[in-house]
């Protein structure tokens, strides 16, 4: 069964520095997609950025950059220049080709330090 | 143009009541999925709908729990004789259609409360 998997509840960052979130998954299919999720104190999920399993270049959105490491199931997110609104819990999440569920790991606090 | 929205936004109720939620998703999203968030987890699916084709019940946790949608419009999630380990946060989401390739767009989450 497809698993997700993060494994820090809570990381801490000093504002305009560099963090890096884990998540390590698990599927038997080829074709998936990833994803982080970030959820502020409103509940409104919001998506930071996706990658898809056939694509070998790591997908960046700004400050939001992926190391996706197929062979390793590894798919981490690096926050470049950390900033206050970047405080959130943050949700790794996986989508297989044939399952349209997302699956969702349990989350990592980011608190960012001014 | 508008979001997910989701009514109410906090619902308390009694142990044994029957509540209603209701979603409202992006205009012309055929794809609609709800999830429940427990406190400090992350979300477990419950059932998705893809136009008029069966919906995927396979994360409903009981029969208690059941959800509807007509065409590609609202869709609402009822739970039965509500326990408390029912209190959870259930979040809404559409897509412009099924697949993984397809951005979910979630509504703000209706926060249940059984006493």
């Known amino acids: 069964a497809q698993t997700v998997t993060q494994s820090q509840p809570e990381m801490s960052v000093q504002e305009a520095e560099t963090v890096t979130l884990s998540c390590t998954y698990d599927?038997?299919?080829?074709?998936?997609?990833l994803f982080w999720y970030k959820q502020p104190p409103s509940r409104q999920m919001i998506l930071v950025i996706r990658q898809e399993a056939y694509k070998q270049q790591n997908a960046t959105e700004n400050r939001f950059s992926v190391n996706f490491q197929k062979a390793a199931k590894s798919f981490s997110l690096k926050i470049s220049d950390s900033q206050l609104g970047d405080a959130a819990m943050y949700f790794c999440?996986?989508?297989?080709?044939?399952?349209?569920?997302?699956?969702w790991g349990a989350g990592t606090k980011l608190i960012i330090k001014p | 143009g508008a979001g997910v929205s989701q009514s109410p936004s906090n619902k308390v109720t009694e142990k044994g009541k029957d509540v209603e939620l209701r979603c409202d998703p992006i205009?012309?999203?055929?794809?609609l999925y709800w999830y429940r968030q427990r406190l400090g987890q992350g979300l477990e699916f419950l059932i998705y709908f893809q136009g008029n084709s069966a919906p995927d019940k396979s994360g409903l946790p009981s029969d208690r729990f059941s959800a509807e949608r007509t065409g590609e419009s609202v869709s609402t999630l009822t739970i039965q004789r509500t326990q408390q380990e029912d209190s959870a946060v259930y979040l809404c989401a559409s897509s412009s259609t099924l697949g993984g390739a397809y951005e979910q767009y979630f509504g703000p989450g209706t926060r249940l409360t059984v006493t």
């Open positions: 599927t038997s299919e080829s074709d998936y997609y």
């Open positions: 999440a996986l989508s297989e080709d044939s399952n349209y569920q997302l699956i």
């Open positions: 205009s012309g999203h055929t794809a």
